[in-house]
């Protein structure tokens, strides 16, 4: 059913929060700069009409998400936060103090489920539409753009072949208890203490019974898999998934090209981008472009398969027009983008810094702007929730990338408010430190101000 417009009737004896906060402070302004109306018609298509109990109002939900990017926070955490903090609560459309949460913190993860990558799209192109009404983004700050990709990690543990045994055996033995198949041996206590081993051999450097007993963990797994394959006569899709992926794991080897790296999330894929403190990351590369030189973000997607950077600037430059409304003139790329398939009408520069002395003054001002891209890749990853991944599937992937940028987007907006309210309140007092000294100097002679 669709959720009801207004929260909470009015309270007799009670304060309203816009009567006893600060209408200053960022927040405050941000929440009424917002075109909160819009999200509740895009998002209205999601309900059903006249059917089940009233949903969780849309506000609160793009609210809560909003604050949890900007200010790094968990599903709980960010509860936890909405209870105690009076802004939080007006930010999410609440009149009147609130004691306790309305809903249960696993109903932000539904709500993400159910609208998708596109409708989160929509809160990113609603700061956007914001930063554009106030004046903080403008035309020309789109007619040149940055252009990189990074790599947003998934919340795994580092994938060694004999965790992948043991976590896939426990995985299949758990599967055939949930079906009633009983297993001639499930190797629970065996396989455990074998990874304990396997751990410590290869921690003192004893490599010959390490790889022994990796070799152990994968008969153990191979044992399990032909069990459940014999006596399961016709395994439900889950299960066949769980056998496959367990026949994937026997079978790959060392120069394999997509591996299985993961159980849990098995589209994890292992990316090298030559770091000399990472050699190798396992998530997915996410593809950001920026403005470029207010640094605002303007459009960053997931994408899986590990696609080479050239072959991504196409979806980057039509998710620009999609949100922001306005097609980039000039996009400034690094040598990674050469060989890009782009037709479209944005002229692509690729940086090369061996030709630069050879370029105008101006171009090489603009060359030299690129690397301004690459610090908001750091403030994603350790302000926005972008260093490590905890949302499931291909789908979380996506919808956590573009919360980042929603999140690292909305603290820019705060940080406008804040610097627009300190002008003013610099400007104020300079204006009562002259209405005081013109009437000191023109007060007549004898007289004390009272």
């Known amino acids: 059913m669709r959720p009801k417009k207004s929260f909470k009737p009015a309270q007799l004896f009670q304060s309203r929060l816009d009567q006893i906060l600060n209408l200053k402070h960022p927040l405050m302004v941000l929440a009424n700069e917002i075109d909160w109306p819009s999200f509740e018609n895009a998002f209205g298509a999601f309900y059903s009409e006249g059917r089940g109990r009233p949903g969780v109002p849309i506000r609160l939900m793009v609210g ?41 913190p696993s109903s932000l993860t539904r709500w993400r489920q159910r609208v998708g990558e596109a409708g989160i799209e929509k809160l990113l192109s609603g700061l956007l539409e914001s930063a554009k009404r106030c004046g903080y983004l403008r035309r020309r700050d789109v007619n040149r753009v940055n252009v990189d990709t990074t790599v947003q990690e998934k919340a795994i543990a580092f994938p060694t072949d004999a965790r992948l045994y043991h976590k896939m055996r426990a995985t299949l033995v758990r599967a055939a208890d949930a079906r009633g198949i009983k297993l001639r041996q499930s190797y629970r206590r065996l396989s455990k203490r074998a990874l304990a081993k396997q751990g410590r051999y290869s921690h003192a450097r004893q490599m010959k019974r390490s790889r022994r007993m990796t070799r152990k963990l994968k008969t153990y797994l191979g044992c399990v898999a032909r069990d459940i394959a014999r006596k399961s006569h016709e395994p439900d899709d889950e299960l066949k998934n769980l056998l496959a992926m367990a026949e994937r794991l026997l079978l790959q080897q060392r120069q394999d090209k997509n591996k299985l790296y993961s159980v849990h999330a098995p589209e994890v894929e292992c990316i090298s981008k030559g770091k000399a403190h990472k050699r190798y990351e396992f998530g997915c590369k996410v593809s950001m472009l920026t403005s470029a030189k207010s640094n605002w973000i303007l459009g960053i997607s997931a994408m899986h398969g590990n696609p080479y950077d050239g072959h991504t600037l196409k979806e980057a430059l039509e998710q620009v027009e999609r949100l922001a409304g306005w097609q980039p003139k000039v996009a400034t790329v690094d040598l990674g983008y050469r060989g890009h398939n782009y037709q479209g009408t944005t002229e692509v520069q690729i940086v090369n810094y061996r030709t630069l002395k050879s370029k105008t003054r101006s171009v090489r001002k603009w060359f030299k702007r690129r ?80």
């Open 371 to 450: 690397a301004a891209i690459e610090p908001i890749f750091g403030h994603l990853k350790s302000d926005n929730r972008m260093s490590r991944n905890h949302l499931k599937g291909t789908e979380g992937d996506k919808i956590n990338a573009i919360l980042s940028g929603c999140g690292f987007n909305f603290r820019k907006l705060l940080k406008a408010f804040w610097r627009c309210t300190k002008k003013l309140s610099q400007r104020l007092q300079i204006a009562v430190k002259f209405t005081d000294r013109l009437y000191m100097s023109t007060r007549p002679l004898g007289l004390r101000p009272l």
């Open 64 to 104: 809560l998400h909003y604050l949890k990017h900007a200010f790094d926070c968990s599903d709980e955490s960010v509860v936890a936060g909405f209870v105690e903090n009076p802004y939080w609560q007006y930010f999410c459309g609440y009149d009147y103090f609130q004691h306790e949460f309305p809903v249960d």
